[in-house]
């Protein structure tokens, strides 16, 4: 695969970042990691947030580079100031499972909180299914939240739907085992409930 052809320079050269983010998502797609990267940085160096974030993610997986918290907590730290919303429920993630950070669940619920409310205020509460079945799972446990079914419930139920919308767009293996863990958490209200 040869980097940088013409287009990709002129695409620099006129500050064309969501022309090499394509690229680079395209590269990722292909599992050609490592010139995914290269795409990711020359379009995060002309700005863009989620060519930022998505570095974070190739650190965070090991793809195409070695795994590395630290760096992958940077640049979701900086995406996240840019109020990137994957940026902010991964390091919830990061602080819940103490990867590259010292283990906090507080910051974790914090983080997806956070996410949530930015979420809520967008109107884009159905594309990201990930952060409302943390949420929901916090909430039936109700140890770092107060218990709060009804509200876990229609949290699941809206991330069913979004995991269902992603497995019949895309092949997306992880989709289909989170939308069985927000049918096992309803099976498990139900349950409580009886």
């Known amino acids: 695969m040869e980097l940088l052809n013409k287009e990709d320079i002129n695409n620099v050269k006129e500050h064309k970042d969501e022309e090499l983010l394509k690229k680079a998502a395209t590269l990722y797609k292909q599992e050609e990691y490592e010139a995914a990267i290269e795409y990711y940085r020359l379009a995060a160096a002309l700005g863009s947030i989620i060519a930022i974030s998505n570095l974070g993610y190739c650190y965070y997986y090991a793809r195409g580079t070695i795994r590395d918290y630290t760096i992958a907590r940077a640049y ?87 995991f269902k919308e992603r497995m019949n767009m895309e092949e997306d293996t992880a989709a289909e085992e989170l939308y069985e863990e927000a049918e096992s958490c309803l099976e498990e209200i139900k349950n409580m409930k009886e």
Request: proline share 1%; no cysteine; net charge negative.
């Open 76 to 162: 979701f730290e900086l995406a996240a100031r840019h109020g990137d919303i994957n940026s902010i429920y991964i390091l919830g993630d990061m602080y819940m499972n103490g990867e590259g950070v010292e283990q906090d669940e507080h910051k974790a619920v914090e983080h997806y909180v956070d996410a949530y409310n930015l979420l809520k205020s967008s109107g884009d509460v159905y594309n990201y299914p990930d952060v409302l079945l943390r949420l929901a799972k916090i909430f039936i446990e109700g140890r770092l939240l107060d218990r709060n079914i009804e509200m876990a419930v229609n949290f699941l139920e809206v991330a069913k739907e979004g």
